[in-house]
């Protein structure tokens, strides 16, 4: 059965910086590329990182602004989202998302499955 | 980037309804675009890939179709389970999502 647990998320002041890690299990992590998505409770989906699944092409949505980097330990099957000089606006509840192709070369992904997601509060 | 609108933002119906929720990218994706089903306080779930493409496990009254800008999801015959918010997502370039369709019952 495939599983992605997110952790790490928590309240944090704006300028802080945070960790989000992902673990995987029950299908072969180091053939996909995986995503970090976040939602604002009660409003869309935005994607904000993708990584492939050798860490050769990386990808972060605008906003991100250099502030985000996505990382990926395929030994230990866990992505990993720092998080710096974080914003109110970045509050949100953040997934983690696993391809639906395996070998995919590029983040332009089709995202078929997808964690729980942990919760990011930026508040002073 | 590319804009994805979905249309309508909300939209009521009946048990056995059948539905579609439109998508247009703001430039050709080609069929790269996917349908997610998002219920409340829950992931979402991946209904269709590739426009068309039915994930395992979806029930097949969920069809999908489209292609470069204009995308279509149906439901052929509402059930209870369906109601709840679906979004599209390109996947021609760095992913986006469109707004999203929140399907009420009438």
């Known amino acids: ?3 992605l647990v997110e952790s790490g998320g928590g309240l944090v002041q704006p300028g802080r910086s945070l960790r989000l890690s992902c673990a995987a299990s029950g299908f072969t992590f180091d053939d996909y ?17 993708g990584v492939t699944y050798n860490s050769d092409s990386i990808g972060y949505a605008a906003f991100v602004e250099g ?3 996505i990382s990926r330990d395929n030994a230990k099957k866990v992505l990993y989202l720092q998080m710096n000089n974080l914003r109110g606006e970045d509050t949100a509840l ?31 | 980037d590319i804009q994805m609108t979905q249309s309508p933002s909300s939209l009521s119906a009946s048990v056995g309804d059948r539905i579609t929720i ?4 703001s430039q050709s994706i080609s069929t790269y675009l996917s349908w997610f ?3 409340p306080g829950k992931a979402p779930k991946l209904l269709i890939y590739g426009a068309s493409s039915l994930q395992s496990g979806v029930p097949s009254r969920f069809s999908g179709s489209g292609f470069g800008t ?15 918010t679906y979004y599209c997502q ?16 009438k």
């Not at chain 1, 998302?97 to 002073?124: C, M």
């Open chain 1, 1 to 3: 059965e495939v599983q």
């Open chain 1, 33 to 49: 590329a995986m995503h970090w998505v976040r939602q604002v409770p009660g409003k869309g989906l935005e994607w904000v990182s």
């Open chain 1, 67 to 69: 502030r985000f980097t």
């Open chain 1, 94 to 124: 953040y997934y983690c998302a696993k391809d639906v192709r395996r070998l995919r070369s590029t983040v332009n992904s089709d995202l078929e499955f997808w964690g729980q997601g942990t919760l990011v509060t930026v508040s002073s």
């Open chain 2, 22 to 25: 439109t998508c247009r990218a």
């Open chain 2, 37 to 39: 089903q998002q219920k």
């Open chain 2, 70 to 84: 204009d995308f279509t999801l149906t439901i052929s015959s509402l059930q209870p389970e369906d109601f709840a």
């Open chain 2, 90 to 105: 390109q996947s021609y370039i760095t992913p986006s999502f469109g707004q999203g369709t929140k399907l009420a019952i």
